[in-house]
């Protein structure tokens, strides 16, 4: 999991704003996933990608948007249209063969709306 | 789509005691089944896995069960150590598609 990096580690959001998180990973994997996380509950699932130029929805893709323009970078963006965007967001990868699913995920970043 | 329940949502142990979570999930598909630590403010640590070929496996202190009949598997720590304190999400994945059990917070007091 040192392979995934995110930044930055914390974040500041005026109400408004669109913010965009950002997510690389160097192990060559073909699938990519960001989580939120709120205090005290698990990962819940916003976007995934398993190819580049390609991603699907995840179970709270409302007032975010990714794009998937290389196998190494995943940028999540927050739009004003996220009502309650206060969150730790977590990046994760993983290779897509059936064997080998372990996901790893990078150190997360905070994003706190003012 | 799969749905993955954990409980306890805490556990409080004394040092040297053993602990278990205790996870089930609701899609026969699901095949793989990491479990994740995570401290505070941390990313979460892969600790084990297990897939659905296997009933059991163990990584010393450290042991994961899985019953496919039943769609549950559960995470073993023996002889705890005041750093095993974290929070430890069990995952089921199927075909990359994983979902997250909502988390145990354990304690261990020394």
């Known amino acids: 999991d040192g392979g995934i990096t995110q930044s930055p580690k914390y974040l500041f959001r005026k109400e408004g704003q669109n913010v965009t998180l950002s997510c690389e990973q160097n192990?060559?994997?073909?699938?990519m996933y960001w989580y939120r996380q709120d205090p005290g509950q698990g990962l819940r699932l916003i976007y995934y990608s398993q190819i580049v130029n390609d991603f699907q929805k995840g179970d709270i893709a409302e007032g975010y948007s990714v794009s998937r323009e290389k196998k190494e970078s995943f940028p999540l963006t927050v739009t004003s249209a996220q009502k309650n965007p206060t969150a730790f967001y977590l990046c994760a990868s993983s290779r897509t063969d059936r064997e080998t699913d372990t996901q790893y995920f990078g150190p997360g970043t905070r994003l706190t709306v003012l | 789509g799969e749905n993955v329940e954990q409980h306890p949502s805490t556990l409080s142990v004394q040092e040297g005691d053993s602990a278990v979570i205790k996870c089930t999930y609701s899609d026969s598909a699901s095949n793989y089944f990491p479990w994740y630590k995570q401290e505070l403010g941390k990313r979460p640590q892969l600790i084990i896995d297990?897939?659905?070929?296997?009933g059991e496996k163990k990584d010393q202190r450290i042991a994961v069960t899985l019953n496919k009949t039943a769609k549950h598997f559960s995470l073993h720590i023996t002889e705890t150590q005041p750093e095993d304190s974290a929070v430890y999400f069990c995952?089921?994945?199927?075909?990359?598609?994983?979902?997250f059990g909502a988390g145990t917070r354990l304690t261990v007091k020394p």
């Open positions: 192990l060559n994997h073909d699938a």
């Open positions: 297990i897939r659905s070929n296997v």
């Open positions: 995952a089921a994945s199927a075909d990359n598609d994983m979902r």
